[in-house]
């Protein structure tokens, strides 16, 4: 995993020993030696995680810290602090000024590579969803705000050791303890907004646990908080590697446990929301509100993949153009209302006629595009046909007068021809929908080859 780390100390010593350990396990590496000079390099050179001392003079790394957090465009990047101080309140000041974690000097390579690798794995998921989301490198407000909320299963080796665990957690947290692994999986995938686990506890594997957590596709992107042996650098790394979110030593203090359970719970929560943004965003993109089939967008974008693929295969591609018939009169005669369900209902009885690889669109207005790979015109034609007739045998009823409403639709089909681009070939099939309106209606016509 190859990132773009940000080295931030005072001391051009701590710099070098930094960037030579970094460089050699091939991360590219930028250096800043004071607070003002992260917070300029922050910004135009985009790291991927930046490592931030505590002291130095002018801007400390609080402050340092905190004005990268309230910033939008660099708020996304985490924050770990090197402190030469192993104090509690430098621990928990650092995480409230955002800090998503810590070190101590002297640095402990497999310590550092463990945090570093462990954060570039959640940074790279949040950006991919930022990225897809369209927001850009700007974490929404929320992110960092409000109250800690959430269901918080506390898995221990015994019930009073959950309990101690429970109790240290935030008010507003509510939290279940479970010490059988079986039934903690259970709770879990019942629903849960984190799990805090004691892998410290001799009755059960916990590591093993925190690799079914991650491996089950309800329970993939829930949030572990590890209590892991404060001498035991080893359960550390493998809790990190194995995709644990963040860990902390015994002793637990229970400031510490609040303000990284607090993290934990708003960072699951924002990624919650850009994953359903996302997909809704997704459907809008593609999908016609009223009839629900793709829209005019998606079939201009799928009609080029299908003439690639025309030119790369040889594979035949057809298109069926429909226009209801006479729809402008329905609209007039029963209102928008009526227009609407006529719409829709062609759009299902449409679909029932076609293959499941046939891509259908509403095109416009009452117009409705399908593109047909491997079919040739013929094959398309009979397709246009199934349709015509099934809309042809339907009737509606007017709720409002109880008249008895037919519906008819008239299609132009066309095979591409070699060489045609995507405007032509709509052309050519536009033409044939055109004759069969004017030539009566109610009927399917199919292209002539393009001119030579
Ligand atoms: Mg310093």
């Not at 999908?287 to 993949?305: F, H, I, M, V």
């Not at 299609?411 to 709509?426: H, I, K, N, P, Y």
């Amino acid at each position: 995993m190859s990132a773009r780390i940000l080295v931030v100390d005072d001391i051009e010593t701590n710099r070098r020993l930094l960037e030579a350990r970094l460089s050699a396990e091939y991360f590219e590496v930028v250096c800043a030696a004071s607070g003002q000079e992260c917070l300029d390099i922050a910004g135009s050179k985009a790291p991927d995680l930046i490592l931030l001392d505590v002291m130095m003079p002018g801007l400390d790394g609080f402050a340092t810290c905190r004005q990268l957090k309230a910033d939008a465009k660099t708020r996304h990047i985490p924050v770990v602090m090197v402190t030469a101080l192993d104090q509690r309140q430098d621990r928990i000041k650092g995480l409230e000024a955002g800090a998503d974690d810590f070190l101590t000097k002297p640095v402990d390579d497999i310590a550092l590579f463990a945090r570093v690798r462990s954060l570039l794995r959640l940074k790279q998921v949040m950006d991919e969803l930022r990225l897809r989301d369209g927001s850009g490198p700007v974490l929404p407000e929320e992110a960092g705000e409000g109250p800690v909320r959430g269901r918080v299963v506390v898995i221990a080796g015994d019930a009073r050791t959950g309990e101690r665990l429970a109790r240290k957690l935030p008010a507003g947290v509510e939290a279940r303890v479970e010490s059988d692994p079986k039934t903690a999986i259970e709770t879990v995938e019942a629903g849960a907004d984190l799990v805090l686990i004691d892998l410290t506890a001799s009755q059960f594997d916990g590591l093993r646990l925190c690799a079914r957590i991650r491996s089950e596709s309800v329970t993939r992107n829930l949030p572990i908080l590890a209590v892991v042996d404060g001498d035991a650098g080893e359960q550390m790394v493998r809790a990190l590697d194995l995709g644990v979110n963040d860990v902390l030593a015994r002793p637990v203090d229970s400031g510490e446990l609040a303000a990284r359970t607090a993290t934990q719970l708003r960072r699951a929560r924002y990624a919650a929301q850009l994953r359903d943004r996302l997909h809704e965003s997704l459907e809008l993109a593609v999908t016609d509100p009223l009839t629900g089939l793709y829209n005019r967008r998606y079939l201009a974008s799928r009609l080029e993949q299908a003439i690639d693929s025309f030119h790369r295969s040889g594979e035949a591609v057809s298109l069926i153009l429909f226009d209801i018939d006479r729809f402008k009169s329905i609209n007039d005669s029963y209102g928008h209302g009526a227009g609407d369900f006529v719409l829709k209902a062609f759009a299902r009885t449409m679909k029932g006629e076609l293959r499941a690889i046939d891509i259908a669109g509403r095109y416009g207005g009452e117009e409705f595009l399908v593109i047909l790979a491997g079919a040739t015109a013929g094959a398309a034609c009979e397709a246009a046909e199934r349709v015509r007739a099934a809309v042809a045998r339907q009737t509606y009823s007017v709720k409002a007068t109880g008249e008895v409403l037919k519906v008819t639709v008239s299609a132009g089909v066309a095979q591409l021809d070699a060489g045609e681009t995507a405007s032509r070939f709509l052309a050519r099939v536009d033409a044939a929908l055109y004759e069969a309106k004017t030539s009566g209606r109610n009927q399917v016509v199919c292209a002539r080859p393009k001119a030579a």
